[in-house]
């Protein structure tokens, strides 16, 4: 009984208020009743006989199928509406900037298939399990761009992580503070009481008019924790160095170079944490311990959709109403 209240409502409840009529009626019919009996003489009760028995009977119902009719139409009048779907969220949000290197080192094939394909692939499924956020994109290389800005539509983000491509920059480089500070300004417009940078590289600053440090202290300011990720795995990786005819990249060992330094300091600036990620596992257990520290309850609106149910209730009413009126005037009409 509770599970049938729980997913039923009805639109217009008032109307149940006309139920209460439903004694007055049975008082009204009574009393008519009795000031219409008539007295007949007969000198035999012979012809009678059966009469009574299979038209007594029914008369009997003519009230109890108009009350019931009464109330099937006062039920469909309430609308009565089945929940079709409840949602029932305690939901946890805050901004978000995503900032990626994409300079031409993120094609290292340390990882499978190379750095930015892999880091692509996590990048996505952290925004999966943040419906509720608002999340942005900013990439650099030589320069910085965000890509886009704050947003809970998060197809159109995961199309902009599909898409990402070292060929979208044509000045190659890697402009760390250009694009920490990219993405400052967009979350200082925030209202947001918790904001975060996720910035992931894979080498050392080497070009941009703003430093590293300089960008940390912006993002300080405002109240942003930034957590710097260095991608790649220790020792020698596969870099590209050349490309050919065809498109494709000539590779070599190099030995792999993070600022580790500079990337602890922007964290440590700006209350966040650093991160070195030498795996696709590892990269991929970091996300999740980002997520799990980055929690803020906000409000959302829970929307409900509704099935109307009045039409077996109105066509009930028809139907019982037909049936009295049928008896009334067809089978139990009067003798003449």
Known sequence: MTGLIEHFRFAAPAFLLLLLLLPAFFVWYRRKGR????????????????????????????????????????????????????????????DIMLVMDLSNSMLARDFQPDRLEASKVVAKNFVAKRPYDRIGLTLFAGEAFTQCPLTTDHRVLQDFLDQLSVEI???????????????????????????????????????????????????????????????????????????????????????????????????????????????????????????????SEIEVTVLQSYGERFHPFALAALLLLALEMALRYVALRSLP
């Open 35 to 94: 000031r219409q009996q008539v007295a007949f003489k007969f000198s035999s009760l012979q012809p009678l006989e059966g009469l009574h028995s299979w038209r007594g009977r029914l008369r009997e119902w003519l009230p109890v199928l108009r009350a019931l009719a009464f109330v099937a139409l006062v039920v469909a009048l309430a609308r009565p509406q089945e929940i079709l779907k409840r949602e029932s969220i305690k939901a946890e949000g805050i």
């Open 169 to 295: 920059f044509e000045e190659q480089g890697t402009a760390i503070g250009m694009g920490l500070a990219s993405a400052v300004n967009w979350l200082k417009e925030s209202d947001s009481e918790s904001k975060i940078a996720i910035l992931l590289t894979d080498g050392v600053n080497t070009t941009g008019y703003i430093p590293p440090p300089t960008a940390a202290e912006l993002a300080k300011e405002f109240d942003i924790r930034v957590y710097t990720i260095g991608v790649g795995s220790n020792g020698y990786a596969p870099m590209p160095f050349s490309r050919l005819g065809n498109g494709q990249y000539q590779y070599k060992n190099v030995k792999v170079e993070i600022d580790e330094k500079l990337l602890n300091q922007i964290a440590q600036t700006t209350g966040g944490k650093y991160y070195r990620a030498a795996s696709q596992q590892q990269l991929e257990s970091i996300y999740d311990e980002i997520d799990r520290l980055e929690k």
